[in-house]
């Protein structure tokens, strides 16, 4: 199926069922009916979010020689959290319907059109009565009398038992107020008169120790980022890393969404997986190359160089994360990018990009990637009274050299620029001077560029990609409709699947079971002597395996040495068979996994 028809909400709720049959994703707490954002990864979902979160592993640290890698805790001291500006300012605008207190996000409310209208009161046969007023939007194509028996539903639910059954529920005192079009004033599941905007923390709050007070209150971190900061020190004292280099992690993350929504795009419990890569400022660049390269159209970005600044390596981040992207089946058919406006950007970041994706319910965001500058190091040394400063004797050798007017020359062109500034607070003259004094010894601040990804969007994203359907007609002429999850086999859960022909002959089981257990400690496999051979491939087509070998005969050398000891390898997106020796299955296998 073309992408550009995956786009509907036929299409997430087919998703969403296939998610759910073939185990990939659960709601969390189905049996007691759910809890709103929270999802689980069943057996297939479980190993493709493995094998996402390795392939990001391995291309984000394990290849590279300038990246380390940290496993914090999701429970860090609070103060971490004032001094990154969580506690103050991470919050969303929230809306709450007048009539049943449900939340939205001020800005998920579509505009509506419809009649606004009131009721005084309602009253209830079983003595029950409320005198608050109620203000509902009746939509346009909504007929008065099943627009009434929503009011008294919603009515009842809020007033609980005491109210009795819904339709005897009596709405009083009802008047037409006003006709609108285009508003946001209306709840927009209940209709309900929506109050005024008011800023909702997302951090989830918990108690550490037995007392629960105010002074015990922790959270549950909404991002895993800060604990890369907060450790920065420790990873630079303890590893033999010089800046320019990254930190990264991946882990779970929380956050007390207003409206979580789209299955598990937005969740209140996530894992993100983050980079934090800590660069020298310019000035440090110029002090040490003499120029600072300028990023330009079709500029090369395969390999880092001494004399990059923020710009270039921001673009290597987006270039690299791209190719990332590539590598597990997600080109730029299925992806796009957003430029963040100076206006959208953050007052201390330079610039920041997100990578989105084509979903089918919008192209939305699967990754930022940030140019930070020294914002979140420095808030954390002015909070913890610790430095976050790196010595580099490079720039201290190569500032030993600049004359007292070549540095006051850096010092005018950075207050020109503080000058400058449309947002945040220029830096005053006095810090800019005790910033180039520290500079010109050989300490600075890292700047940080920051690629940070989601690994529950990421694996949203790979299964709305891979979600195909195929219609067959069988040997009795009935047609069906097939799913086929065409996963990349670097990261399908299921990389091949280990069929005898016919499960009633012991020569071909045991076959089967010898080839299962080559390749198993390898790679994950999946044994099935169940049903016909037809059957099993579609079986397998819909967990999105790449890979079926079938044991048949011939392996067994019923026509011969030259067939005797080879299998038939299927690849599931060509259909195409290949006889090859089991011998050569494993490497052959891996070539194409790897
Ligand atoms: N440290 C920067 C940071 O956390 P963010 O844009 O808030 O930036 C980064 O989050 C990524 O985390 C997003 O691009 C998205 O993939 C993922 N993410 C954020 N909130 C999420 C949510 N509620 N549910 C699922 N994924 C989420």
């Given amino acids: 199926m073309a992408n550009e028809t995956k786009n509907d909400t036929a299409f997430m709720e087919k998703l969403v069922s296939l998610c759910k049959r073939r185990g990939f994703i659960y709601q969390s707490s189905e049996i007691y009916g759910g809890i709103g954002g929270f999802w689980d990864y069943g057996p297939l979902g479980a190993e493709l979010k493995r094998n996402l979160r390795d392939a990001w592993w391995r291309t984000m640290t394990r290849e590279r020689e300038d990246v380390v890698g940290l496993d914090a805790t999701i429970i860090m001291h609070p103060a971490i959290w004032k001094a990154s ?33 009131r009721f005084s009161g309602a009253e209830a046969p079983t003595g029950w009565r409320s005198e608050r007023s109620v203000t509902v939007l009746m939509k346009k194509t909504e007929h008065i009398e099943s627009f009434r028996k929503r ?23 009802e008047e037409k107020i006003d006709v609108v079009e285009g508003s946001v004033d209306f709840h927009p599941e209940t209709g309900g008169l929506l109050n005024e905007a008011r800023p909702f923390n997302l951090m989830l709050k918990t108690y550490v120790g037995p007392t629960a007070t105010e002074n015990d209150v922790a959270y549950l971190r909404p991002e895993t980022a800060q604990a890369i900061f907060a450790q920065f020190k420790n990873v630079l004292d303890s ?55 300028a990023w330009s159209e079709g500029a090369d970005l395969s390999a880092p160089q001494p004399n990059w600044g ?21 080109g730029m058919d299925v992806l796009a990018y957003h430029w963040q406006t100076p206006d959208e950007l953050a007052h201390y970041a330079r610039a920041c990009v997100d990578i989105l994706f084509k979903f089918p319910f919008g192209t939305d965001e699967l990754e930022g990637i940030a140019a930070r500058g020294e914002f979140d190091l420095s808030q954390h040394q002015k909070h913890s009274g610790k430095p976050q ?86 040997e009795k002429g009935k047609k069906e409709v097939l799913t086929v999850m065409r996963f990349h086999p670097r990261i399908a859960p299921i990389r091949v699947g280990v069929f005898p022909l016919l499960k009633n002959k012991p020569e071909l089981v045991a076959k089967a079971r010898e080839v299962y257990n080559l390749l198993k400690p390898h790679m994950n496999c999946f044994y099935d002597e169940t049903a016909s051979i037809g059957r099993r491939y579609a079986r397998q087509d819909e967990a999105g395996t790449p890979y079926g070998v079938t044991i048949d005969f011939d392996t067994l050398g019923e026509k011969g040495d030259e067939l005797k000891d080879t299998v038939t390898v299927r690849e599931r997106d060509s259909n195409q068979q290949e006889r090859i020796a089991i011998k050569d299955l494993l490497g052959y296998l891996q070539q194409r996994i790897n």
């Fill in 85 to 117: 500006g969580h506690v103050d300012t991470f919050a969303d605008l929230m809306r709450e319907c007048t009539l049943t207190n449900k939340r939205v996000r001020a800005d998920h409310v579509e505009p509506q059109v419809g009649t606004v209208m």
């Fill in 151 to 173: 009011v008294r539903q919603l009515i009842a639910q809020n007033a609980g038992a005491a109210a009795g059954k819904p339709e005897e529920i009596v709405l009083l005192g």
């Fill in 239 to 293: 590893s033999r890393v010089k800046v320019p280099f990254g930190i990264c992690q991946i882990g779970k993350a929380f956050r007390n969404e207003v409206t979580p929504k789209n299955f598990t795009f937005r969740s209140r419990e996530f894992e993100q997986m983050e980079l934090e890569f800590f660069i020298k400022p310019d000035e440090a660049i110029e002090i040490i190359s003499g120029t600072v390269t």
């Fill in 310 to 330: 923020w710009e270039m390596w921001h673009r290597y981040w987006v270039d690299q994360r791209t190719r990332f992207y590539k590598s597990i089946g997600l």
């Fill in 389 to 474: 400063e790196f010595f580099d004797d490079e720039l201290k050798a190569a500032a030993a050299k600049l004359t007292e007017e070549q540095k006051e020359a850096f010092i005018q062109k950075r207050l020109a620029v503080e000058k400058a500034k449309t947002k945040g607070e220029p830096m005053p003259e006095a810090e800019v001077r005790a910033w180039f004094d520290r500079l010109f010894k050989g300490f600075y601040v890292p700047h940080v560029i920051e690629p940070s990804a989601g690994l529950d969007r990421l694996a949203l994203a790979i299964l709305c990609s891979a979600f195909s359907e195929t219609e067959k007609t069988d």
